[in-house]
């Protein structure tokens, strides 16, 4: 990820010198609820708004079970050209349910700031609650099963991601209104929870060569340019929900 000028203040982490086995005692599982957001496989078990892995400030190992995204890429993708949709991103092997797939990466900006880039196409808002259960897909166990207390509300500042100049993979996976993927906000590194990772996560068995997507999150009629204009996109995703527009 590309900062602007911004200290991100790291987070105290966990006291668990010989793993986080032990839930009750471990402060990042007590920020998940108690729960553990990974079985043993490193699969997400349930989406959640934020999912807090143990950090650099932690002192459990680095193979503790709460560290699967910041970890990185591990199934091998394809970026591949598609008429419709310009290029997409598919696996070359089956991926199983709740796997991590890769982060959003790119220049992080104030949202006053990301409505001025030119190039929209890349643009990613973040640090919203994840409350859409449509956005899930096939994975009925991964929904949000945690509503936000009053401490875990958004701040009111607003940011994007842009990873037209600055980004990897992540850029090209498109938008399916019956998505197969979905975006996790993950913190690990600092606390500000306006400022989340995105990580995104399968929703269900994808086989191999299926073309891997994840809802946009846009809603028709409300996406504006700087003047006030109502915008409006094309969705040629061929989904049988599809409306035709993705905003
Ligand atoms: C993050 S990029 C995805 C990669 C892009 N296809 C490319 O060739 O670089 C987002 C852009 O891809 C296109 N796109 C993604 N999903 C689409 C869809 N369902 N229908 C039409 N265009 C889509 C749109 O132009 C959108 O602004």
Redesign the pocket.
Known sequence: MKYPDWCPTAPKGCDCIGGCLDSKKCSCMFNNGGKIPYNCNGAIVEAKPLVYECGPSCKCPPSCYNKVSQHGMKIRLEIFKMK?????VRSLTSISSGSFICEYIGELLEDKEAEKRQN???LFDIGHNFSDCSLIGGLLALKPVVQLSSSEVVEDEHFTID?AQCGHVG??????CSPNLYAQNVLYDHEDKSKPHIMLFAAENIPPLKEL?YH?NYFVNQVQDLNGNIKM?????GAAECTGR?Y
Do not use: L
């Open positions: 419709s949709r310009g290029w997409g929209d196409e890349y990873a850029r090209f996976i498109n938008h399916i997507t946009y996109k094309s969705c040629y995703c993705m």
